[in-house]
């Protein structure tokens, strides 16, 4: 039997602060029950995270990069994000999904997996690497980094739908893995491809995985949430 469920697009370039706010009001209002799960989809304006595993001379952005360097709580090492990737962050209550963190990253897995699969590309896990692949050689496609407190997740996945990898080389070394190749969905399928074609498919698999049904819930409805300046980019109900 699925769960009801909120999801939450956002539209335009969303600065990387403003979101990491929003989704602690988000963690805040799901662990007191004022919200069921809620899942935020969204594109970010350029920015560097760096996990709590990043490594010293990892990040080597040239002078005058116009990008944002973030300390995060998520775990993993650096990545980027910018226009063109769909990033998605499940804030989910794990005592209604086994609390079991490793079961948790399998399934964000697999959405990611299902979420390619229904757009023409074909992933898959790498024992050893974190992270979604196509193969072959391997191409990194997707990369996922989670924060968890009292069983309640915050950060997620970030899918390179159409945009240029050059900074996930040329401005750090992204996840720690030297010699990385890294892809996306418009290279693969070789045609042009828009993150919101790709949303509906994301949302579609989180559903089939965990076990939800996701109702599109406008940002300044959200019961519980204190305002964030990123409300006003919520798209509201497509």
Same mark, same amino acid.
């Given at each position: 039997?699925?769960?009801?469920?909120?999801?939450?697009? @956002?539209?335009?370039?969303?600065?990387?602060?403003? %979101?990491?706010?929003?989704?602690?009001?988000? %963690?805040?209002?799901?662990?007191?029950?004022?919200?069921? !799960?809620?899942?935020?989809?969204?594109?970010?304006?350029?920015?560097?995270?760096?996990?709590?595993?990043?490594?010293?001379?990892?990040?080597?952005?040239?002078? =005058?990069? *116009?990008?944002?360097?973030?300390?995060?709580?998520?775990?993993?090492?650096? $990545?980027?994000?910018?226009?063109?990737?769909?990033?998605?962050?499940?804030?989910? +209550?794990?005592?209604?999904?086994?609390?079991?963190?490793?079961?948790?990253?399998?399934?964000?897995?697999? /959405?990611?997996?299902?979420?390619?699969? /229904?757009? =023409?590309?074909?992933?898959?896990?790498?024992?050893?690497?974190?992270?979604?692949?196509?193969?072959?050689?391997?191409?990194?496609?997707?990369?996922?980094?989670?924060?968890?407190?009292?069983?309640?997740?915050?950060?997620?996945?970030?899918?390179?739908? !159409?945009?240029?990898?050059?900074?996930?080389? !040329?401005?750090? $070394?992204?996840? =720690? @893995?030297? +010699? $990385?190749?890294? $892809?996306?969905?418009?290279?693969?399928?070789?045609?042009?491809?828009?993150?919101?074609?790709?949303?509906?498919?994301?949302?579609?698999?989180?559903?089939?995985?965990? *076990? @939800?049904?996701?109702?599109?819930?406008?940002?300044?409805?959200?019961?519980?949430?204190?305002?964030?300046?990123?409300?006003?980019?919520? /798209?509201?109900?497509?």
């Amino acid at each position: 039997m699925k769960r009801g469920g909120y999801v939450m697009q @956002l539209d335009g370039l969303v600065p990387y602060g403003e %979101a990491l706010d929003l989704q602690r009001s988000l %963690a805040g209002a799901v662990s007191q029950g004022a919200l069921p !799960d809620t899942v935020l989809l969204l594109e970010h304006q350029p920015v560097i995270t760096l996990g709590r595993r990043t490594g010293e001379g990892e990040v080597h952005v040239p002078e =005058g990069a *116009a990008v944002e360097i973030i300390e995060t709580d998520r775990g993993g090492k650096s $990545t980027y994000h910018g226009p063109g990737q769909l990033v998605c962050y499940p804030i989910f +209550d794990l005592t209604r999904h086994g609390q079991d963190v490793k079961r948790y990253c399998r399934d964000l897995e697999e /959405a990611l997996i299902g979420t390619l699969a /229904a757009v =023409g590309v074909e992933a898959t896990r790498i024992e050893g690497l974190t992270g979604i692949w196509v193969e072959s050689p391997p191409r990194k496609v997707a990369s996922i980094g989670i924060h968890i407190s009292k069983w309640v997740t915050t950060h997620g996945y970030a899918l390179n739908v !159409d945009l240029d990898p050059a900074p996930f080389t !040329d401005w750090i $070394t992204a996840c =720690g @893995l030297e +010699d $990385t190749a890294f $892809t996306t969905i418009a290279r693969e399928l070789g045609r042009a491809v828009t993150v919101d074609e790709v949303r509906p498919h994301a949302v579609a698999a989180l559903e089939e995985v965990f *076990a @939800l049904e996701l109702e599109e819930l406008p940002s300044e409805d959200g019961a519980g949430l204190r305002p964030q300046p990123v409300h006003a980019h919520s /798209a509201g109900a497509r």
